[in-house]
Nanobody
Framework: QVQLVESGGGLVQAGGSLRLSCATSGRTLSMYVMAWFRQAPGKERDFVGTMSVNGRRIHYADSVKGRFTISRVFGKNEVHLQMNSLKPEDTAVYYC???????????????????????WGQGTQVTVSS
C-alpha cells in the first residue's frame, strides 16, 4: 500500500507558475510509475503527465506540453509537477497517482488511463484566475 500526499496547489494569476509535489512516507516511490491527473468540476479525471520508473519514458497531455514538467527526485520519495504559463482552463483538482506494474509492453492508452493506476492522493486544488 502506498499513501500519496499532494501539496503545492493554490490560487495563481494566468501566466503564473506553481510547483506541485507528491510525497509518501514509508514506502519508496522508486519502483512505481508516477502520474498526474486533474479533474475540473463536472468533468472526468483527465491525464496530465506520466513518468516511468527510470525517468526515460514521459508522456504529457497535448494541452500541457511545453508548459508542464514532471520530475522525480531519485533517492527521495518525491515527484513534482512544475506548471508554467498557467491558463484559467488549467483550474482543477490535481491528483498524484502511482502504479507498480506498468511497463513498456503496455499500450500508450494504458499509460494515460486513470484506470491503470492503483494508488491515488487526495488531490490539491489549483485555481488560475484570468
Amino acid at each position: 500500500q502506498v499513501q500519496l500526499v499532494e501539496s503545492g496547489g493554490g490560487l495563481v494569476q494566468a501566466g503564473g507558475s506553481l510547483r506541485l509535489s507528491c510525497a509518501t512516507s514509508g514506502r519508496t516511490l522508486s519502483m512505481y510509475v508516477m502520474a498526474w491527473f486533474r479533474q475540473a468540476p463536472g468533468k472526468e479525471r483527465d491525464f496530465v503527465g506520466t513518468m516511468s520508473v527510470n525517468g526515460r519514458r514521459i508522456h504529457y497531455a497535448d494541452s500541457v506540453k511545453g508548459r508542464f514538467t514532471i520530475s522525480r527526485v531519485f533517492g527521495k520519495n518525491e515527484v513534482h509537477l512544475q506548471m508554467n504559463s498557467l491558463k484559467p482552463e488549467d483550474t482543477a483538482v490535481y491528483y498524484c497517482a502511482a502504479d507498480l506494474f506498468l511497463n513498456d509492453s503496455a499500450t500508450y492508452y494504458d499509460w494515460i488511463s486513470p484506470k491503470t493506476y492503483d494508488f491515488w492522493g487526495q488531490g490539491t486544488q489549483v485555481t488560475v484566475s484570468s
